[in-house]
């Protein structure tokens, strides 16, 4: 799977290890950054280049990483055709994918550790939208807030 991450200094050494992992499991990967740590950059000069490139299907799913993950959630966002969630366990991480197409992951660096993150990320990345009627009637109403016309 074609996935892309991204993070600013928050979540600079989960992501590190996270990046690892997809690349020992196979996945080609795209890293929007941060490249170093550098204690005063901001999470939405990675993340949007990472939901841009979720949205034109550049690749398939991203993982955002932040101090909390909300600041990565929220930017992400704000890009249409991007549906960011910020997780905490594993329930939501597949039940996002199943029923709301989840396509950015978003994580806390310091709010959780790297076993659960890895968990969280190996979920949603195996988990398949379930394209039930109900779900995408349900997307196509939050599609249309994107435009303005809700």
């Given at each position: 799977m074609?996935?892309g991450?991204?993070?600013?200094?928050?979540?600079?050494?989960l992501?590190?290890?996270i990046?690892?992992?997809?690349?020992?499991?196979?996945h080609?990967?795209?890293?929007?950054?941060?490249?170093?740590?550098k204690?005063?950059?901001?999470?939405?000069?990675?993340?949007?280049?990472?939901a841009?490139?979720?949205?034109?299907?550049?690749?398939?799913?991203?993982?955002?990483i932040?101090?909390?993950?909300?600041?990565?959630?929220?930017?992400?966002?704000?890009?249409?055709?991007?549906?960011a969630?910020?997780?905490?366990?594993?329930f939501?991480?597949?039940?996002?994918?199943?029923?709301?197409?989840m396509?950015?992951?978003?994580?806390?660096g310091?709010?959780?550790?790297?076993?659960?993150?890895?968990?969280?990320?190996?979920?949603?990345?195996?988990?398949?939208f379930?394209?039930?009627?109900?779900?995408?009637?349900?997307?196509?109403?939050?599609?249309?807030?994107?435009?303005?016309k809700?």
């Amino acid at each position: 799977m074609r996935v892309g991450i991204a993070t600013d200094h928050g979540g600079f050494a989960l992501k590190q290890e996270i990046l690892t992992r997809l690349k020992k499991a196979g996945h080609q990967i795209t890293d929007f950054g941060a490249k170093e740590l550098k204690s005063d950059d901001d999470y939405p000069d990675f993340v949007v280049p990472l939901a841009r490139s979720v949205a034109s299907g550049t690749v398939d799913r991203g993982i955002a990483i932040c101090g909390s993950g909300v600041g990565a959630a929220v930017c992400a966002n704000k890009i249409p055709g991007t549906r960011a969630c910020l997780i905490h366990d594993h329930f939501s991480a597949r039940q996002g994918v199943e029923d709301d197409d989840m396509n950015i992951l978003c994580m806390g660096g310091r709010t959780i550790g790297p076993e659960v993150a890895w968990d969280l990320v190996e979920t949603f990345l195996e988990s398949v939208f379930s394209g039930a009627d109900r779900h995408r009637r349900r997307l196509n109403k939050v599609a249309l807030l994107e435009g303005g016309k809700a």
